[in-house]
Structures are given as C-alpha cells and as structure tokens.
C-alpha cells in the first residue's frame, strides 16, 4: 500500500506505487510475521503483520539526483530492507530534476504470489532431466584428429572437449540442453566415418534431474526450495485427512 503525498517527479504517482510494489524486500524474517487477515489486530495493521516506510526526498541542486531504495526509512526499524540497500546496487525507484520532490508513505505486508505477482520471490525456475553421455570409443579411433575436433566443435555448448592422445572427453554434461547437433553432426558424417551414427548416445538419467531456481533477493534459493517443499507436504496432508473423513462418513 502506497500512499503519496507529493510527487513533482516526471513519473506519475501509479507508475511509482506499481516501481515500490515490485521492489524486492528481505523476507528472511517473514515467517516471524503474520498475514494481514490472521493478526490480532484485525485488518488496522501493526508491527506483527505489516512494515511501514517512508520516502522523503527533494532535490536542491542543478544535477539530476537519484532516489533510490536507501532513501526509504523504516519507521518500526524491523530489519526489512529492500535488497540491496547496503550496497552500492541500491535500486532506482526514480531520477529527480531541480526542485522536483517525492513524499509517500508506504506499507510492506506478508502475503502469497496467488494474489499478486509483487510477492513471487522467484524470478525463473528451470527443470531438465540429468543428462547422460557415453563415447563409444570404438567408432572414436577411427575418427581423424581433425574429424574429432570438428565434432567438439558441432556443440554449442561446449560439453566436449579435445584431448591430444585421449580424444573426446565430455567435459560436463549438464551443460547439454538436448539439441542433438552432435548426433547431426553424425548423420552429415555416415559416408566418411563408419559406425559415425553410434559415437555419441545421450539417455536421460532414471533418477536425476537438474532443478534451477533464481531468486528475486527476497530468500536465499535453498529457503524456497525447502518451504516450498513444507508447504507442499501440508497441503497433501489436508487433502489425506479430508479423502479419510469422507471415506469415515461412508463407512
């Protein structure tokens, strides 16, 4: 909740409340705070469900100054920063001209990405199966030094890699993304090498994946993975306990 009291900034003042609502805060503690609906004091907002800033701004010289989140003051002094706000990559909430002032007042709360984007403290979440790679080296020894190099070069990726007296060695091979170049490059090959078409196999793994997660700043990655994980556990365990009611009632 943004609430402006002056704003002469070229941005109007929904264009800043929507810039505030995205800033990222530390949300470390946030499990010690409670939702708005469920705290004590009903929906009026205190120190254990809400963390109040406020911004007060006014540029007195000819240079253009830049207000960003160090210039936000927390009233409760609860320890919820923006992140960044101890560095020097403070976010940019917006550039002030000669007299040109911002005054607001603005109010954190805890809350959930079901009900808007501003609190997903994820920014991308990647999932791929592990990859596995074999050589066959017999197909391997009858390749050219300069038939070898060629093929480590066919992958964008850089998952293979040359070694004088040793050949083709996969580097790592989490780095395959599943564009198959390398089994192109076979296919282009089948009239000067034999067996080409059988020098690289690539299966996915039966019992691992590769599961990237990149935070906003908000939480550690780690964090998010394990409460989500809890979170999950929760919400199965309500569904158990209410397919045992109903089976208790029809029994």
């Keep these: 909740f943004v609430t402006i009291e002056k704003n002469t900034t070229v941005l109007h003042d929904e264009f800043l409340a929507h810039r ?15 939702y708005l609906r469920d705290c004590d004091c009903g929906i009026s907002g205190c120190g254990k469900c809400q963390v109040v800033y406020t911004l007060d ?10 207000v960003t989140t160090k210039d936000l003051i927390c009233e409760n002094n609860s320890g919820v920063w923006p992140v960044h706000t101890s560095t020097e990559n403070a976010i940019l909430i917006v550039k002030l001209g000669r007299n040109q002032e911002l005054k607001l007042r603005a109010i954190a709360t805890k809350n959930i990405g079901k009900e808007h984007a501003k609190w997903i403290p994820v920014a991308v979440a990647t999932y791929q199966i592990d990859p596995v790679i074999s050589i066959n080296e017999d197909v391997m020894d009858k390749m050219t030094e300069e038939q070898i190099i060629s093929f480590v070069n066919s992958c964008p990726t850089k998952t293979y890699a040359y070694r004088a007296g040793r050949g083709i060695e996969v580097t790592d091979n989490r780095k395959c993304i599943y564009c198959r170049e390398c089994m192109y490059w076979g296919e282009d090959k089948k009239d000067q090498i034999e067996d080409v078409e059988d ?3 690539i299966e996915q793994s039966k019992d691992t994946f590769i599961f990237n997660v990149e935070t906003t700043g908000a939480l550690p990655p780690e964090t998010i993975v394990r409460q989500s994980i809890l979170l999950l556990k929760e919400k199965l365990q309500i569904i158990n306990n209410a397919i045992a009611e109903v089976e208790r009632k029809h029994r």
Excluded at 23 to 33: F, M, N, V
Excluded at 57 to 66: F, G, M, Q, R
């Design 199 to 201: 020098l690289v196999s």
């Design 57 to 66: 701004v006014k540029n007195t010289t000819e240079e253009v100054k830049e």
């Design 20 to 34: 505030l609502g995205l800033l990222p805060l530390d949300s470390t503690t946030a499990q010690q705070k409670n």
